[in-house]
């Protein structure tokens, strides 16, 4: 094992996490911007008619199953009198898998670039604590941040030579 690596990989996971604690704060005591309200009222509706009919009755929802089914998960879950007593609400969990994206997109590229393809420093660390990343998955909440990592994975399934989990996972995506 090279110290310098290990102590590159525990910089840049130390970033990450800072960053990871920060858009919680910021997801946790923020309603954010009026996706969430949006992303609500989708999930209300998806909660009483099918997906089908959701996709044929509103013309802005046009989201893939995979997130229709979290809003509605999360929107039967927020909708728990003991969810409500300990402050999860749906704007939070909406967030939160953004949250976790973004932080497992550093932790895969800090992997790629050990094995596969070097990556500076400075790169990865300028990620791990992007304003930009901090905006829109600690405060604005909106599905994109888990497609990235989804493509990512997808891009590093490509260079183990795993094409059938790169499929998966830009499938996914």
């Known amino acids: 094992m090279n110290p310098n690596r290990d102590l590159r990989a525990t910089c840049i996971i130390a970033l990450a996490l800072v960053a990871l604690t920060l858009k919680l704060a910021i997801a946790y005591n923020t309603i954010g911007t009026n996706d969430a309200v949006v992303f609500y009222g989708f999930a209300k509706v998806l909660s009483q008619h099918s997906l089908e009919w959701t996709y044929q009755h509103s013309r802005y929802f046009n989201h893939p199953p995979l997130t229709a089914y979290y809003l509605r998960g999360i929107y039967a879950l927020t909708e728990q009198r003991w969810c409500q ?89």
């Open 85 to 173: 007593d300990i402050g999860i609400h749906f704007p939070f969990l909406l967030r939160l898998p953004g949250i976790i994206a973004d932080f497992l997109v550093v932790v895969v590229l800090l992997r790629i670039s050990k094995i596969d393809i070097r990556i500076p420093t400075s790169a990865l660390a300028l990620l791990a604590v992007s304003p930009v990343s901090l905006m829109v998955s600690g405060f604005h909440g909106n599905t994109d941040p888990v497609m990235v990592l989804l493509l990512v994975c997808a891009v590093w399934m490509c260079l183990r030579n795993r094409p059938a989990l790169a499929g998966l996972f830009f499938a996914l995506s």
